[in-house]
């Protein structure tokens, strides 16, 4: 009744239970319609504009927080200086962050300067998902601290406690601080199709261009060493530009091609493909290459995952307003009590 790690209680695909999910999803992420799916989330993201809404805070701390993680203020004409471009650049991190929707989850661990007196983000240091070997969290439910593995120089490296990590996680239940995928929906469809697509390449391979077949003329009577002379060229026939074989007296060499019809992969491949991006309500993407469907129904479709796109955009944002939190709270309440991790001096 009680949880001591990070899992998702209701998975069960071993593929897909961390940590093996980690790899599982860098392999798919890889597939040409799971790759449009992120572009489509993750680019819009990257695109748009982000500022900085002070919200009514003070001018000081405003600045700080904006000149920390590299924003301008909102409805200010104002530029990145000099300041903001020593530590946090916020597009990198952002195109970090977005790994969420890929794994999950995505951690990291913002370092401080405080060589002025005061404190400002020199870095939101990336913690990889697949560098992270144990998950803890409390009895409640709530993350307490991650590990990583080792290396020579740190063998046994000391757990992070969840106070010096900011930490993305996508529609976390419960103890499962390694999230949900974006890409879990398509998983079954993804695995099929590695096979349509294994099936379909070995159909072409060995029917593509026919099999060689050695036909004898009617009343011919082929000796054995004719029958394997024959058989040889038969295996011997290569395709080119002036490609030519020598039949023994009486064989013909026949092109042999399938007869009747086999199975076709490619439409089972395409209706995995539209399903994978059905899931991520980016079916808009198939429109032009589906048989049927009105084409009406296209900005229906953009409406819909633009909607998702401005729900992974407010995750962002959310999680990455506690960095502002903290900047605050180091300043305003002073070190001794938010005991951060600082950086050596830049």
């Known amino acids: 009744s009680a949880w001591g790690g990070s899992f998702d209680a209701l998975e069960h695909v071993g593929d897909l239970m961390w940590p093996l999910s980690v790899r599982t999803f860098a ?37 700080l927080c904006a000149d920390s993680l590299g924003l301008p203020i909102l409805g200010r004409d104002d530029k990145p200086g000099p300041v903001r471009r020593r530590g946090v650049k916020w597009l990198d991190h952002l195109r970090t962050a977005l790994g969420c929707l890929t794994y999950g989850h995505a951690v990291f661990e913002p370092l401080y300067d405080v060589s002025t007196g005061t404190a ?43 106070r010096l990590l900011l930490w993305y996680v996508r529609n976390r239940e419960g103890a499962n601080w390694t999230g949900v995928s974006g890409l879990r929906h398509a998983y079954g469809s993804w695995l099929l199709k590695q096979e349509a697509l294994r099936v379909n390449a070995t159909s072409h391979r060995r029917f593509g261009a026919g099999v060689p077949t050695v036909e004898w003329e009617s009343g011919s009577q082929p000796t054995e060493a004719q029958r394997v002379a024959a058989l040889a060229v038969a295996q011997g026939v290569r395709v080119g530009d002036t490609a030519g074989v020598n039949m023994p007296p009486g064989a013909r060499l026949v092109i042999q091609g399938v007869q009747g019809t086999y199975p076709d992969a490619l439409p089972t ?9 059905r899931g991520a309500l980016a ?20 409406d819909l995952l633009q909607l998702a796109q401005q729900a992974t955009a407010d995750l962002i944002a959310e999680t ?3 960095l502002c939190v903290r900047l605050t709270d180091f300043n305003e309440i002073g070190r001794a009590s938010c005991r951060e991790r600082v950086s050596s001096p830049v």
């Open 27 to 63: 392999r798919m992420r890889h597939d040409p319609v799971l790759a449009s799916v992120l572009a489509a989330y993750s680019l819009p993201i990257l695109k748009t504009s982000w500022h900085l809404d002070p919200r009514g805070a003070p001018s000081k701390v405003s600045k």
């Open 283 to 302: 079916s808009m993407l198939d429109l032009g290459s589906t048989s049927n469907g009105s084409r009406a129904l296209g900005q229906t479709f953009a």
């Open 320 to 322: 990455a307003t506690d």
């Open 269 to 277: 491949i395409r209706y995995y493909d539209e399903q994978m991006a």
């Open 120 to 162: 400002m983000l020199s870095a939101v240091a990336e913690r990889p998902q697949l560098s992270i070997s144990e998950i803890q969290v409390d009895s409640q439910g709530d993350l307490v601290s991650a590990t990583q593995y080792g290396d020579v120089t740190q063998p046994n490296p000391d757990p992070i406690p969840a």
